[in-house]
């Protein structure tokens, strides 16, 4: 079985890479090897919705079994969900699309919990409240796109999403939103100029380097396991 890997940002996709000891191709866009009886090729996507779902396109281009979406979600509720949590969601919502898509259980494996998606950064306490009462666990910006691509395909997928931050926190804010590149990536002159206006925040961005190292390493360790029972 040929499983494909899809993570939207670089430090998404190192740990699945470095875990598993993939090569990559000679052009870097893609990262092969096994996990466990598995082939594995392993894909950045960039953020957002289309570049999710044409990312998914090449890579049934290329002929897979079953494709995962690996990365960092936005918690809704920190009551509910602490940073580093995976979620393994039954459900993810196409916000724009108003559509729902239902992964396909893994080896076993329980589903559990419900994932928007959307290209908007939602951090309004009244939609972010009104989204939990609707149980909606976490917010990413590509998971159902990829879902509707594979579905489209008739290719079974599944999802493994970590908890890296909470929306209602603001801690991802348009402002910090605006210094990333398409691989998630700092502008480091963005970066800079933001910083010299205003010092403070280099704790908040502390804090989301640390607790989205955690959730990436989680989330890719979920997503191995899940492939080792395939």
């Known amino acids: 079985m040929r499983v494909g890997m899809l993570a939207p940002m ?3 996709l190192d740990p699945i890479v470095q ?7 000679d052009d870097g866009s893609q990262h092969r090897g096994r996990a466990g009886s598995h082939e594995v090729v392993a894909v950045l996507t960039n ?11 090449a890579l049934l281009e290329i002929g897979v079994d079953h494709v995962m979406i690996v990365g960092i979600a936005g918690g809704i509720d920190p009551g509910r969900l602490a940073i580093g949590h ?15 898509y239902v992964a396909v259980p893994v080896g076993g494996r329980v589903l559990a919990g419900t994932i928007s998606c959307g290209d908007d950064l939602i951090t309004d306490p009244a939609a972010l409240a009104a989204m939990s009462a609707a149980g909606v666990d976490a917010l990413d910006m590509e998971t159902a796109a990829i879902a509707a691509v594979c579905e489209s395909a008739g290719c079974a997928w599944s999802a493994y999403r970590a908890i890296s931050d909470f929306a209602g926190e603001g801690i991802v804010s348009d ?6 590149n398409a691989d998630g990536s700092a502008d480091p002159d963005a970066l800079a100029r933001y910083l010299a206006e ?8 502390g804090r989301l380097a640390r607790d989205t190292g955690i959730a990436t ?3 890719a360790d979920a997503a191995i396991a899940a492939c080792h029972v395939l």
């Open 47 to 57: 953020i957002g919705m289309a570049p999710g779902a044409a990312a998914a396109r």
């Open 198 to 205: 205003d010092p403070t925040p280099l704790e908040v961005l």
């Open 19 to 25: 875990k598993l000891g993939l090569r990559a191709s």
């Open 86 to 100: 995976v979620i393994e969601p039954e459900r993810v919502i196409d916000r724009a699309a108003g559509r729902a």
């Open 175 to 180: 402002a910090i939103f605006a210094l990333t």
């Open 10 to 12: 670089q430090v998404e």
């Open 217 to 219: 390493a989680a989330a």
